[in-house]
């Protein structure tokens, strides 16, 4: 038997943003010392620990400032804030998924802004 959960809400989150979220979850663990952290906690905080590049803020910012451009749907820009493509190819790779792709000129005016951050 199958319990399943109403989903109420999507929202997309980078990497810097869970990794803040996890820290809260973290403090509030080793608070209590009876309280163990789970295996799959542990592992989501080892994994935000070791691929988030930038602050909280500033992936958001980067994700916003990339929602702006025509061509960058939500779940690409949240991609590439976490991914921070340094070229073509790896930036191909974010909308190779889409029913789409991008020319020269699209791709770089992307990297260009991701080049701000990184």
């Given at each position: ?6 989903k109420?809400?999507?929202e ?6 869970v ?20 295996y ?39 991609k590439?804030?976490d ?11 974010v909308?190779?998924h ?12 992307v ?7 990184a």
């Amino acid at each position: 038997m199958t319990i399943f959960k109403e989903k109420l809400d999507d929202e997309y989150v980078t990497v810097s943003e869970v990794k803040e979220l996890l820290a809260e979850v973290e403090a509030e663990r080793a608070a209590d010392v009876d309280r163990e952290m789970r295996y799959e906690l542990a592992r989501a905080i080892e994994h935000v620990n070791t691929f988030a590049v930038l602050g909280a803020d500033e992936s958001r910012e980067l994700a916003e400032e990339l929602l702006e451009l025509e061509q960058v749907d939500e779940a690409a820009a949240f991609k590439i804030a976490d991914l921070l493509p340094q070229d073509r190819d790896e930036l191909r790779s974010v909308f190779a998924h889409g029913r789409y792709s991008l020319d020269g000129d699209e791709l770089d005016e992307v990297l260009n802004v991701v080049a701000r951050y990184a």
